[in-house]
């Protein structure tokens, strides 16, 4: 080495330059290993494997890692899924999702798990430096304002993990009344589901082997494991979530609030009417009435049946029958109009929920259903279920994000964590 001069460095390089150098282009593409987004899945339940992995899966962008879940049932599945896709047996599998947090190779996590884990592992993901996209709702209107805290003090993007936006028949008729079709915006009519006609067994059983029940039950209060508690079920024990009007409201609503431009406040007003499971195990709302008011003047009701949504205004209406039902209008002239190219054009992507945030985690902007507007859906759904449980109406300061003149009320906003889980 001591021999060799700068000159005779320079000439010796020129000439490796000058060699032909084959790079295979898997090294280069976006398709790369180096330029996908690693994805840490934390909850592999129903939909968390035939909605949520499934799509990321078919997805170049991202490259699935690990699977956890506290099911080793649920485990096994998205293992497999995950390994016939990559055609290896690599993906590393967890009952416990802090392992999944703690690698230094995943980007970013899906949390499809029971609402009283949403808003705790992604904070905690957050803090460990992840990404985030999360199922929707959270369990309580204080979780959700840390979880706005903390994902815009560290800089993260979240997803509300939503469908919606990304539907035509949704998104057509945001644009149709945001943009003035059906005169000044008077009445929306939300119709949300069915549910169970059973009140569920809440007679003890013991726990599957292949379960870790401590885990599963996590910062919710103790309670003996019943199948028709676990999983699914979850949905309908206010322990773990907030009934049918959280599961549903969380996705009309908030085509109701891209439609009526609210899409950062909430409405002023609340008065709901409704019964609750009795002589069971569920104890969510089971019939309901809610009618809301907001700053603008406009009127929400709240009722069940099948899921629809119309907007009412003064030159017309527009709305549909049915989830994902066809744009329904008053008029042909409502229902044909086309949007200006210097209209309200609302963001949205064709290719979905997963697509949108792989491509914002990239640019770093927020994706169509950020951390923000999630929280303030979410905040309509649990101010229905509050007034619902008082039986009186409620006003709502949507500034300061608290009830006006009653204490009873606004002592529900939050509910504690069993230890040693906290926030």
């Not at 726990?207 to 209060?221: H, I, Q, R, S, T």
């Given at each position: 080495m001591k021999h060799l001069t700068r000159r005779n460095?320079?000439?010796?390089?020129?000439?490796?330059?000058?060699?032909?150098?084959?790079?295979?282009?898997?090294?280069?593409?976006?398709?790369?290993p180096s330029n996908k987004i690693t994805i840490g899945f934390i909850g592999t339940g129903d939909h968390g494997t035939t909605w949520n992995l499934k799509r990321y899966l078919e997805l170049k962008a991202a490259k699935v890692l690990v699977v956890c879940d506290v099911d080793g049932s649920h485990i096994r599945r998205a293992k497999a899924m995950v390994d016939a896709e990559y055609d290896n047996e690599d993906c590393a599998t967890t009952k416990d999702f802090r392992e999944v947090l703690a690698r230094k190779d995943v980007d970013a996590v899906m949390i499809s798990t029971p609402d009283h884990w949403h808003t705790l592992i992604s904070v905690m993901a957050a803090r460990a430096g992840k990404d985030v996209q999360c199922e929707k709702p959270t369990l309580t209107i204080g979780e959700g304002k840390i979880l706005i805290e903390t994902m815009?003090?560290?800089?993260?993007?979240?997803?509300?993990?939503?469908?919606?936006r990304s539907l035509p028949m949704y998104h057509r008729m945001a644009e149709l009344v945001r943009n003035g079709r059906i005169g000044k915006l008077q009445k929306i009519e939300v119709i949300l589901p069915q549910q169970p006609t059973v009140a569920g067994d809440p007679t003890p059983?013991?726990?599957p082997k292949d379960l870790d029940w401590e885990m599963w039950l996590g910062p919710a209060p103790f309670a003996p494991y019943t199948k028709d508690r676990a999983h699914y079920n979850f949905r309908w024990i206010w322990d773990y979530s907030g009934g049918i009007i959280c599961d549903w409201g969380a996705h009309l609503f908030d085509t109701a609030q891209w439609a009526n431009?609210?899409?950062?406040?909430?409405?002023?007003?609340?008065?709901?009417?409704?019964?609750?499971?009795e002589g069971g195990l569920y104890n969510t709302v089971k019939?309901?009435?809610?009618?809301?008011?907001?700053?603008?003047?406009?009127?929400?009701?709240?009722?069940p049946g099948n899921p629809s949504i119309k907007f009412i205004g003064t030159e017309g209406w527009v709305g549909n029958r049915g989830w994902r039902g066809n744009v329904e209008a008053s008029s042909d002239k409502i229902l044909n109009s086309k949007i200006g190219p210097e209209e309200t054009h609302l963001y949205t992507n064709p290719e979905g929920e997963h697509d949108d945030f792989l491509k914002c985690v990239k640019s770093r902007k927020d994706p169509y259903f950020p951390v923000d507007v999630g929280h303030r859906v979410?905040?309509?759904?649990?101010?229905?279920?509050?007034?619902?449980?008082?039986?009186?109406?409620?006003?709502?300061?949507?500034?300061?994000?608290?009830?006006e003149n009653d204490a009873d009320a606004n002592a529900m906003l939050t509910r504690p964590m069993r230890s040693p889980w906290k926030l």
């Amino acid at each position: 080495m001591k021999h060799l001069t700068r000159r005779n460095f320079l000439r010796s390089s020129a000439c490796a330059i000058a060699l032909p150098c084959v790079v295979p282009a898997s090294v280069l593409s976006a398709d790369a290993p180096s330029n996908k987004i690693t994805i840490g899945f934390i909850g592999t339940g129903d939909h968390g494997t035939t909605w949520n992995l499934k799509r990321y899966l078919e997805l170049k962008a991202a490259k699935v890692l690990v699977v956890c879940d506290v099911d080793g049932s649920h485990i096994r599945r998205a293992k497999a899924m995950v390994d016939a896709e990559y055609d290896n047996e690599d993906c590393a599998t967890t009952k416990d999702f802090r392992e999944v947090l703690a690698r230094k190779d995943v980007d970013a996590v899906m949390i499809s798990t029971p609402d009283h884990w949403h808003t705790l592992i992604s904070v905690m993901a957050a803090r460990a430096g992840k990404d985030v996209q999360c199922e929707k709702p959270t369990l309580t209107i204080g979780e959700g304002k840390i979880l706005i805290e903390t994902m815009r003090k560290l800089s993260k993007v979240f997803q509300t993990s939503t469908e919606d936006r990304s539907l035509p028949m949704y998104h057509r008729m945001a644009e149709l009344v945001r943009n003035g079709r059906i005169g000044k915006l008077q009445k929306i009519e939300v119709i949300l589901p069915q549910q169970p006609t059973v009140a569920g067994d809440p007679t003890p059983q013991p726990v599957p082997k292949d379960l870790d029940w401590e885990m599963w039950l996590g910062p919710a209060p103790f309670a003996p494991y019943t199948k028709d508690r676990a999983h699914y079920n979850f949905r309908w024990i206010w322990d773990y979530s907030g009934g049918i009007i959280c599961d549903w409201g969380a996705h009309l609503f908030d085509t109701a609030q891209w439609a009526n431009d609210t899409e950062r406040t909430v409405p002023v007003e609340v008065e709901g009417k409704g019964t609750f499971w009795e002589g069971g195990l569920y104890n969510t709302v089971k019939d309901y009435d809610v009618t809301y008011r907001y700053a603008n003047g406009v009127v929400m009701t709240c009722v069940p049946g099948n899921p629809s949504i119309k907007f009412i205004g003064t030159e017309g209406w527009v709305g549909n029958r049915g989830w994902r039902g066809n744009v329904e209008a008053s008029s042909d002239k409502i229902l044909n109009s086309k949007i200006g190219p210097e209209e309200t054009h609302l963001y949205t992507n064709p290719e979905g929920e997963h697509d949108d945030f792989l491509k914002c985690v990239k640019s770093r902007k927020d994706p169509y259903f950020p951390v923000d507007v999630g929280h303030r859906v979410s905040t309509i759904c649990h101010m229905a279920n509050i007034s619902i449980k008082l039986g009186r109406k409620l006003k709502w300061d949507p500034k300061a994000e608290h009830f006006e003149n009653d204490a009873d009320a606004n002592a529900m906003l939050t509910r504690p964590m069993r230890s040693p889980w906290k926030l």
